[in-house]
Structures are given as C-alpha cells and as structure tokens.
C-alpha cells in the first residue's frame, strides 16, 4: 500500500519532473537533521524534495480488520511525522518544491526502491521506531550497499559550515563515482575538495631482509592521485582541489579529515552478495567513525 500526501511550493529555478532529493523520516532529531541536509542539498541543485515515512508493521500487527475510514496509529502517526517533516524543510529552504510520502512496507527495501530515479537517498544516523535506534547498523549497511545511487547518512555535528568536502582515492577505476559526485558538491557549495589516499606499506615490508625506497614509493602514491584527479580537474576547474596522501589506515585518514570537512565521499566497489560485503570496510568505517555527513557513492 502507498499513500501519497504531496504539497509543492515551487522556486523561480525549480524544474517540473527533476529528479527529487529522498529523505527518509521517522520522528527523530537525527531526522530532522537529515531533512535540513537534504533541503539545503534540494536548494543547491535547484531539485525538488521527496519526504518519505515507512510503515513498517510487525508479523502480528493485524491491521486488516481496521475500518478504512479510520487510520490506524501508525498511519495517523507517520502522517504527523511527515508534516512536522514538511515544515522543516519549507522553513529551511522556502523556495524547494516539496512533496510528501506515507509508504507500507520493508525499510530497507523500500528505501533501496526509492533510490531509482533520485539523485540520493538521505538518512538520519540513529532513529525510532522502524530505524530501531542504530540506522548504522543493518539499515544502513544495506541501503548503502544496495541503493542504486549515493546513500548520505546524516551523522550527529555542530553543523558547522568548513567549507571543504573530502572524498577518498584509491588506484581503482571503481573510485569513479565517488569523485564525480565529490566534485560536483564542491562545486555547487563553492568549496574546496581535499582528496585524501591514504597508503600502507605491505607486511612483508617490515622483513628485515626486504628493502624499500620510500621516497620512490611516497613518489608512486602521489602519481596514483594526481593520475586518478586529472580529467575531473579539467572538467572542474573552477573546484580547488588538495591533494592529501600519507601513509596511514584509510578509515583513519578520512575520519581525521572529516573534523574539518562538510561532507566526506567514499566511494562502494558493489561486490559481494550481502550489505556488509557490498558496503567494504573503508565504507563502513567511515560511516561508523566520521564527524558528520558521509555520502556513500557505489560503482
């Protein structure tokens, strides 16, 4: 079952028909701070702004004996949640067009449906009810490793504006994604982008009997970034871009840059046949770890 309740108030630049920015609601603070997120991101796009609620019932939830011209509690529920939604965004950003939705359904696989046609699905990083206190857990692990698109899970922060986005490179052509949409967020908030990779050495490195020129391997992982950065630099130019490369655990360089950054981009290499493999661990940590905001950007 899906009930629609969609309200608009359309800006001079909204376009009819755009791809929306998806939100997903449920009541709570961290919710909310997604709605802020994702109205804020609505604004920059000039896109509009999908708010979805899910019913999720449980096994024994008998709901088909209910009169239909009387909702249940979790449907009258869901409908104040999306309103109360609605008018934070239209505080937030007056001129997005807004629209509502109240969906029956599994969470995970409803939200991972919503991600077609969406420039991205944000989340809230804890929740109630259907969120079930940990969105960092099972819901989002499987939404970021399933949804067809960027997943951004809103973390708890002082909102305060750094005005840089950080985003991850490695030496696969699977980071692709991840810096096409890295870069067009540093371009729409007219900030820097600080590409972070971060190395290590292999273990039997650390073998007496091994030799290793760090200089010509600190030489090689700079070329890795610089090599991977180029075409996008030229297509941004307007972006600055900084160039971040030390030797240390990658979940650990990019939470560290995360202190600083609006926004952190890792990207997904979407193998695997559950969330927690499609996820990979660099992605999972920083959604664990990172001091606000991490979009996850599968290949």
């Avoid at 709570?28 to 999720?56: G, K, M, N, Y």
């Avoid at 900030?191 to 760090?214: G, I, K, N, T």
């Avoid at 970034?225 to 130019?237: D, G, H, I, P, T």
């Amino acid at each position: 079952m899906s009930s629609n309740d969609t309200s608009q108030l359309a800006g001079p630049d909204a376009h009819e028909g755009s791809s929306p920015i998806v939100v997903a609601v449920d009541g709570s603070a961290d919710a909310d701070r997604a709605v802020r997120w994702a109205a804020d991101d609505a604004f920059r796009r000039r896109s509009p702004l999908r708010i979805v609620h899910v019913v999720e019932r449980g096994p024994y939830d008998i709901h088909r004996f209910a009169a239909p011209e009387r909702p249940d509690t979790m449907v009258m529920n869901g409908r104040k949640v999306l309103a109360e939604a609605e008018q934070t965004a239209r505080k937030r950003q007056p001129s997005v067009e807004v629209s509502t939705e109240l969906i029956e359904g599994n969470l995970t696989r409803t939200l991972c449906g919503q991600a077609a046609g969406a420039i991205a699905i944000v989340l809230g990083s804890r929740g109630l009810g259907g969120f079930a206190g940990a969105l960092l857990g099972s819901v989002s692990t499987h939404v970021a490793g399933h949804a067809h698109g960027p997943v951004v899970v809103v973390r708890p922060g002082d909102e305060e504006v750094h005005r840089e986005v950080v985003v991850g490179v490695d030496d696969s052509p699977q980071c692709e994604p991840a810096l096409a949409y890295a870069f067009e967020q540093a371009r729409l908030r007219g900030c820097a982008l600080r590409a972070v990779h971060a190395w290590q050495l292999p273990v039997h490195a650390f073998a007496p009997e091994v030799s290793y020129d760090m200089d010509e391997i600190r030489q090689a992982q700079h070329r890795v970034v610089q090599e991977r950065l180029a075409a996008w630099r030229e297509k941004f130019s307007e972006v600055e871009v900084v160039e971040d490369v030390h030797s240390a655990h990658p979940v650990e360089a990019l939470t560290s840059a995360s202190t600083r950054a609006d926004l952190v981009v890792v990207g997904s290499r979407g193998r695997g046949a559950v969330g927690s493999i499609l996820l990979g661990s660099v992605s999972r940590g920083v959604l664990h770890h990172a001091h606000g905001p991490v979009a996850v950007v599968r290949s």
